[in-house]
């Protein structure tokens, strides 16, 4: 018996089963991420680290420092501020109008203490001028 050669090889159905599976996968994944998907997920030991959440430092015009909305002088802020995980994120509000030394010396503390994820809040908007 001869064998026939073929001169090409049809891919189209390949192409459009690939198609098919990667629009499942695509469409799957996006329910999983967005929680559309009720999923139970696994319990672990009830030794586990907090969630580390955002920690406020603010300074008013007038110079007054507020950790979490709460006024402190540097002193307390160092002493707040050493009780957290190196790793919780600082977020510095400060006003425009305040004395930049103020400003340095808070951002002193929080270097020396050795964090590392601190964020300076601004405001997004014009150059600044006053008209």
């Not at 690939?18 to 999923?39: D, H, P």
């Not at 030394?101 to 600044?128: H, S």
Request: charged letters at 25%; proline letters at 3%.
């Amino acid at each position: 018996m001869e064998e026939k050669e073929f001169d090409y090889m049809n891919v189209i159905p390949l192409v459009d089963v690939m198609l098919v599976l990667l629009t499942i996968v695509l469409t799957t994944s996006t329910f999983i991420a967005s929680g559309m998907i009720n999923v139970s997920l696994p319990k672990a030991s009830a030794e586990h680290k907090e969630i580390l959440k955002n920690q406020t430092i603010s300074i008013h015009k007038d110079g007054t420092i507020y950790f979490n909305a709460a006024p402190m002088t540097l002193d307390h802020l160092k002493e707040n501020v050493i009780r957290l995980d190196k790793e919780t994120p600082i977020v510095i509000r400060a006003d425009r109008d305040i004395r930049l030394q103020v400003f340095v010396d808070v951002l002193d503390i929080i270097n020396n203490l050795g964090f590392r994820k601190v964020a300076i809040q601004t405001e997004k908007g014009g150059d600044g001028n006053k008209s």
